[in-house]
């Protein structure tokens, strides 16, 4: 009887054991079934379409840039420097006046120095005199050679001198060297000048320069005659156009940079 029992409860264990399997089946497949869903869903849901706009492809240019910030300059500026001293009688140009090269920007009293090379004309006219007299002398025979020849040196010596007071005289015209501008006046009128001191400043606004220095590793990449794009802070949204003009073979070993002109 006991091994009935334990036959009997063997069989149902085994069909609990079934059923149960079964069922464990169907709900892992529901399961997937419900984790499939919203999938689904998703799929079915309309997307926006998203615009495009297409064109022909073109040949164009493919640019390496390099941009950096440097100072702009006048390319030539120049002191006028007194070179002869006296009281400044006329000044005829002021800051912001265009000039030409040799124009008077200034003049100097030149009394003493007008008395100075009326003097010297006379000596020198006195010489031409005497030797013009003591060559007819010469060619008769009825002066020594050496004599001749010492006259000659005195009239070169007086010759030159008058040359130094006419040019001295000169210097109380006050000349620009340059073509440009009057940037800076230093001087008023009725002043004392010496030798040396400076009068005016002349900038020559043509061309304009930027000096700037470059990282070694952009050698190969720049050359003169390249084109350059210029941004200037004081005229925001104008933009202008220069070139490379120079480019220095040195590179700077504290810097490891090289200088380019533009």
Do not use: W
């Not at 009887?1 to 169907?26: D, N, P, Q, W, Y």
């Not at 009057?182 to 900038?203: A, D, H, Q």
């Amino acid at each position: 009887m006991g091994s009935g029992f334990g036959a009997v409860h063997k069989g149902e264990f085994m069909k609990l054991h079934r059923i149960s399997a079964a069922t464990f089946a169907c709900a892992f497949l529901l399961s997937a079934c419900q984790q499939g869903d919203p999938a689904e869903e998703k799929e079915d849901e309309e997307v926006a379409p998203i615009p495009v706009e297409t064109s022909k492809p073109i040949r164009g240019d493919v640019l390496a840039v390099y941009s950096g910030t440097a100072p702009i300059e006048a390319f030539a500026e120049a002191d006028v420097i007194a070179k002869v001293e006296g009281e400044i009688r006329e000044v005829l140009v002021e800051e912001g006046d265009a000039v030409e090269q040799r124009q008077v920007l200034a003049r100097l009293d030149g009394d003493r120095l007008r008395l100075e090379l009326n003097e010297s004309r006379a000596r020198l006219n006195k010489m031409q005199r005497e030797f013009e007299r003591n060559k007819e002398l010469s060619e008769k025979g009825l002066l020594s050679e050496g004599d001749f020849e010492k006259i000659r040196y005195d009239l070169e010596a007086l010759q030159a001198a008058f040359n130094l007071a006419s040019l001295e005289l000169d210097y109380t015209q006050i000349r620009a060297p340059i073509p440009g501008v009057v940037s800076e006046r230093y001087i008023k009128l009725g002043n004392t000048i010496r030798v040396g001191e400076p009068m005016f400043r002349v900038t020559s606004f043509i061309p304009l320069v930027a000096y700037m220095h470059i990282p070694e590793r952009e050698f190969r990449q720049i050359s003169a005659g390249q084109p350059v794009a210029i941004d200037i802070d004081a005229l925001e949204g104008i933009e202008f156009f220069a070139a490379v003009t120079r480019v220095s073979p040195i590179v700077d070993p504290g810097t490891g940079t090289f200088k380019i002109t533009i």
